[in-house]
């Protein structure tokens, strides 16, 4: 069982940086490919970002190059640096942990965090 919880969301200026925390508990965080996927208003959940335990990085096309994945694996935590953010990237973004890179690509993972706010205004 792991259980995720996000923090760091909030409003941001265009242009802007946000980092996004996603704390996991339970010893089998390791196992899992952790990542963010985002939801905004009338869209369907879409993937932004995994990475593994071997830190290998994926990113959706439309933040490669702005946004960073990385995770502690002694602290459980993965972050998302956000930066040159655009309004296009308001959305609710969620953690999720799964035991692959196409589970978290399609929004199938086995874990879910609630979900933080991200409110980028033009």
């Known amino acids: 069982q792991v259980q995720l919880a996000e923090s760091g969301g909030g409003l941001v200026q265009a242009g802007g940086s946000l980092r996004l925390s996603c704390a996991a508990s339970g010893r089998t965080f390791r196992y899992y490919i952790m990542g963010w996927l985002r939801q905004a208003p009338g869209k369907e959940r879409e993937f932004v970002a995994a990475?593994?335990?071997?830190?290998?990085?994926y990113y959706a096309d439309s933040v490669k190059g702005r946004f960073t994945i990385s995770r502690d694996n002694a602290k459980n935590t993965v972050y998302l640096q956000m930066n040159s953010l655009k309004p296009e990237d308001t959305a609710v973004y969620y953690c999720?942990?799964?035991?692959?890179?196409?589970?978290?690509?399609?929004?199938?993972?086995?874990?879910w965090g609630q979900g933080t706010q991200v409110t980028v205004s033009s």
């Open positions: 999720a942990a799964a035991t692959s890179i196409e589970l978290v690509r399609a929004g199938l993972a086995d874990y």
């Open positions: 990475i593994p335990w071997s830190g290998v990085t």
